[in-house]
Every structure is written in C-alpha cells, then in structure tokens.
C-alpha cells in the first residue's frame, strides 16, 4: 500500500511575513534612553531664619533677557565660566582646605564647603542659554571631584560612579560608595537658583 | 558507459535560503522586545538644547515627562507662544499639579519617592514658562527634576 505524503506546507512567504514584521519593529524602535542634568528643587517651605552667609563666599551668576553673562559684577563669555567657578570653588581661602589647589586668595571663598553658586535669570533668558549655564556649572564641580578623584582614588570620579552602577563590577561596592560620599563631601554641590 | 559520471561544469548551486525566515525572525524577537513605544504625540517643536555633563535617565517607568515649547506647524492655531504639553494634550501650568498627582497615583506606592519628573523644553523657550513649572512642581513636593537634552558640547550652537 502506498504510503500518503501529507502535502507540505509551502513556508516560502514566511521570510517576507517576518521581514515586514522586523521593518515595522525596526523603524519604531527607541532603543537610546534619554539624558539629562540632574536637579532637585529647594522644598516649599518657607525658613524664616536668614542664614547669614558673608558676601565672598557667594559666586553670582546673572543671566538677563538678552542672554548675557553676569559674574560677580563683571560680564562675562560663557567659555570662561568653567574655569572662574573652579578657580572660586577651589580657592581655600581660610587655608583649612589642605586639597585645595587654589590661590588662596582671602577676597575669595573660604573653602568649598561654604562656597555657594547663586545663579539667577530673567523671564525671557532662553532655555538654551539657562541649560548652557548649569552645565558648565555642574562641569566645574565634576572637573574639582575628579581631579580629587584622581589623586586621591587614581581614577576618575566618572569612572567611580559608573562603577558603582555596574552591576557586573567586581570590587567592593560598600568601599567604592564610602569613597564617593567622602569626595562628594570635599566638594558639595552646592548650587542655589534664586526665584 | 562509465559508472562515475562526470560533473556537469558550470552554474553556481544555488544558495541554500532554508534557514533565512530562522535569522530574520531572531532579528525580529530582538526588536520586539527591544522596542519602546513613543507614549505622546507631540504638538510642540521639541528641539532639545545640549550639554555634556549630563546623566542617564534609564528606568523610564519612574519618569515623568512634561513636554513644553512652541505648538508645532499643525497646532498654529494655538498661538506662537511656548505651551506646556502634558501626555497628549495642551495644558496650563495649574494643571501641573493635578498631572502629577495623577502619575503617582498609577505608580506603586513604594516607587513614589524614586520618581523624576523629566522636563523636554525646547531650547527656544524662555525660562519664565520653565519657573512657572519649578514653582508648581515645588507646590507638589516632586522635587527631582531632570533638564532632558542631547548630548553634545555647548559651545558654538546656535
């Protein structure tokens, strides 16, 4: 007896099914995840006890309507902003700062720790201007760690933190976060926006 | 009549496409799983400003996105003034706080504190429109912002 062959099943279209398929995912597909500056706004309620903090220690930023740069009193291009707040940060005026590679100038801030960024804008400064702003504020900050990093750590704050969020790192991760808090303690962040 | 017969020459056998559909469907699971939806239709311009010290924002369901800028070429009867988008829609800054109140509330409970709220502002509008948010996202106590941009130098953009 004849054995029946069941007919076969003709799979020839199934490669143009798929591809169409892969074409829709293809060109849907968002596969970077977004990037940005990190802030945390100051909460709502109201101190009603003034800090008094002296005038040196303060580093004022001024944008206005026309997108022009105000640095404590002096106008300023937005390229040499990077290297006036590191060299205010970093200056150690009162000499307790012993990492501190500044001048030392006592008309300067203090150390970085009482050092304060006081930026401030207009209404109509554009977006672009504020954004170009922070970042080279927030550029100042993570050149100081770094380079305290570096001499303390031998590798780069960037490098340290992107080794603390790895999760195939084999070091230790309880010594790496101690190292980080200590090196963001020498330089806080500290970045005030006035409303 | 030998028993070895000899090969016929010439004509390349053809390529064996047996196994293509397999390959093209590996690409295809790769993509599938890999793929985000976009989750607003965007009626502002939304032309990103650069920076370079800027920091991932990954795990995208503890985001939330308040979109602002210019209505589009489409929506240019909303005026040509910056506006606020919440998901799909035109919104006032008062609606900020209901938005956030409602995206927390769609998020686990223990997620809450962890959330962000990202801000995509066009780099042509002016921060008056982006205090105004700041003000508003103080009032809800959603202090972690993030200023979304591309990642480039700052220098020489205009």
Known sequence: MAKRASPEVNAGSMADIAFLLLIFFLVTTTIETDSGINRKLPPMEESDVDVVIKQKNIFTVLLNGKDQLLVEDELMELKDLRQAAKEFLDNGGDRTCDYCSGKKDPASSDNPDKAIISLKNERETTYKTYIAVQNELVAAYNELRDSRAQSLYGKSFKEMEANYNDVNWPGNKEKLKEQIEQIKLDYPQKLSEVQ | ?158
């Open chain 2, 1 to 158: 009549m030998s028993k070895f017969k000899k090969k016929k020459d010439g004509g390349v056998p053809a390529v064996n496409t047996a196994a293509l559909p397999d390959i093209v469907f590996m690409l295809l699971f790769f993509f599938m799983v890999a793929t985000v939806m976009r989750q607003n239709t965007l009626m502002i311009e939304n032309n990103l400003p650069f920076a370079d010290q800027v920091e991932k924002l990954d795990k995208k369901d503890l985001v939330m996105y308040i979109y602002a800028g210019k209505p589009s070429e489409n929506y240019k009867q909303y005026g040509t003034e910056a506006k606020i988008q919440l998901n799909d829609k035109f919104a006032d800054v008062k609606e900020i706080a209901a938005f956030i109140a409602a995206e927390r509330a769609s998020k686990r409970e223990e997620l809450i504190p962890f959330l962000t709220t990202a801000l995509k502002v066009d780099k042509g509008a002016n921060m008056g429109l982006i205090s105004d948010i700041k003000q508003e996202l103080r009032k809800v106590n959603a202090l972690k912002i993030n200023y979304t941009t591309k990642k480039g130098s700052v220098f020489g953009r205009d």
